[in-house]
Nanobody, 126 residues
């Protein structure tokens, strides 16, 4: 399964970014019935959960640190998941990874995901 994360960049505190995670071609057909998730990792820290969405896009979960600021969604017709990030803070600086869950639901646990994208860098300056 191939996942392509994009949309990262350098922004100022308070700005917004939208990340995308595409599963092209056959990969999209393979993940359409699976939950998807976003994780992030900053230097010296472990990869942490950000948000997840179930296969239909109806059930979403967020880390407390991003709740109310980030919104996860998916468009199964385009085989793409999104992460809308508003009111960005310097603490959000990290490499953001998308991943495919082993199940139809999303999860906050890394071990529940078996395919990972390459990551996209988000840098928020103060």
């Amino acid at each position: 399964v191939q996942l392509q994360a994009s949309g990262g960049g350098l922004v100022q505190a308070g700005d917004s970014l939208r990340l995308s995670c595409a599963a092209p071609g056959r990969s999209g057909r393979l993940v359409s019935n699976n939950g998807l998730g976003w994780f992030r990792q900053s230097p010296g820290k472990e990869r942490e959960f950000v948000a997840s969405v179930d296969w239909r896009g109806g059930n979403k979960n967020y880390a407390n640190s991003v709740k109310g600021r980030f919104t996860v969604s998916r468009d199964n017709a385009k085989n793409t998941m999104y992460l809308q990030m508003n009111s960005l803070e310097p603490e959000d600086t990290a490499v953001y990874y998308c991943a495919v869950s082993r199940r139809a639901t999303g999860s906050s646990h890394r071990e529940d995901y078996n395919y990972w994208g390459q990551g996209t860098q988000v840098t928020v300056s103060s």
